[in-house]
């Protein structure tokens, strides 16, 4: 192979690696905008209380409304698309658990998504499926895009 060719391969390669590596600002942006809670499970009994809800994203913040408008949670969320399912962990700096992260599995379609996640109980791991059986410590939420 002539050295210019192996040159340029090689700075394929590394542009190619570099972006396989860059954080998923698409899997962020892809979630922007005010979801509302329709449906919501915990330790595998409804979860009314959730439902109303909002979860907001903007750039790699996170915030949640109650039904009335006030704040919740609100902090930094990060995703992870290299697992199946996609992990999201949400690190709080408002509200009852600053300094506490919630540790999750989301999907997303469309206008739907899906979030599974130990935040009635942090102790837990991250979820590995989309339910919350009694005694799991996970919630299971549905949200549809509001705005």
Not at 36 to 45: N, V
Not at 47 to 60: C, K, P, Q, W
Not at 88 to 109: M, T, V
Not at 132 to 140: E, F, N, P
Request: aromatic fraction near 8%; charged fraction near 25%.
């Amino acid at each position: 192979m002539h050295p210019l060719t192996s040159r340029i391969c090689g700075l394929i390669l590394g542009v190619g690696l570099v972006l396989a590596c860059a954080p998923p600002v698409n899997a962020q942006k892809a979630l922007e905008g005010t979801w509302t809670a329709t449906r919501a499970e915990r330790d595998g009994k409804a979860a009314a209380d959730v439902i109303g809800h909002r979860l907001s994203f903007a750039g790699d913040h996170f915030q949640i409304e109650s039904k009335d408008a006030k704040t919740v949670y609100a902090g930094s969320f990060q995703v992870d698309l290299s697992t199946t399912p996609a992990a999201i962990d949400f690190d709080h700096a408002e509200g009852g658990l600053r300094g506490e992260a919630w540790k999750g599995i989301y999907a997303l379609d469309g206008d739907t998504l899906i979030i599974c996640d130990n935040a009635e109980d942090l102790d837990k791991a991250r979820p590995a499926a989309f339910e919350a059986k009694s005694g799991s410590g996970y919630i299971l939420v549905t949200f549809k895009r509001s705005s």
